[in-house]
């Protein structure tokens, strides 16, 4: 697929949208900028007639268009960077950690947003996080990374109910919880870190594995079904 069809089709959100919206451009010229890169932009009328619109989606008064990025709150910020992706209609957004940089508060607004965006136009978000309450909270598959390999594969509520990969395990536990007295969680993962340029042998997981065995030193297990998951493990189970 040309560039120019990928860019209609899949529209990215960043994760700092104090980085990702340049300083020096307006509002408007920052969320009518896929149109104009793709010449879709229709004469001025019609180009502000969309920007206008999309604004009042994203739930920002279409007035601010004449602001700088410098003039708005990090909320606003990223319903900007939400704007820009979405003017262009397309099936799928790329949102990485979008919400990581913003504040509690309005990370729950951000997310409830996207929720209503996703129904509304029927997007398919792939979405990218370390956060696993977010995750949970927006994502109806979900596929867990380790030094660049997806490790579990499965649909959100079999995932996390019932985790096969001793990785998503130990990221399960790692959550903190709201009581201070409980003090950091113990995920059994040491404190060696490979190096993902030159991974270990066999499963790359092994030197952090409470379950490794001999065969995980020498061999990379393949992708294996496991409670309607995709699992690389030698040894999965219910851990
Ligand atoms: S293959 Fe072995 S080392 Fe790798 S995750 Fe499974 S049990 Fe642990």
Redesign the pocket.
Known sequence: MAHKEIARVIQPVFQDPYSSLNPRKSIFKIISLPLRAQGLAGGNGRLEQKVDQIMEIVGLPPRLKHNYPNQLSGGQRQRVAVARALIMRPEVVLCDEPTSALDVSVQAQILNMLLDLRAEFNLTYLFISHDLAVVEHIATHVAVMYLGRI?EEGRARDLFEHPS???TRALLDSVLTPEPQLGLPEVRLGIEYPNPIDPPS?????PR?????A???KEA?QPKVRAGKLV?????GDC
């Open positions: 490790v990969h001793p990785y066999g499963c790359a997981f092994h594995c409470a379950r490794c065995q065969r995980c030193r297990p690389e493990c030698h040894y999965p």
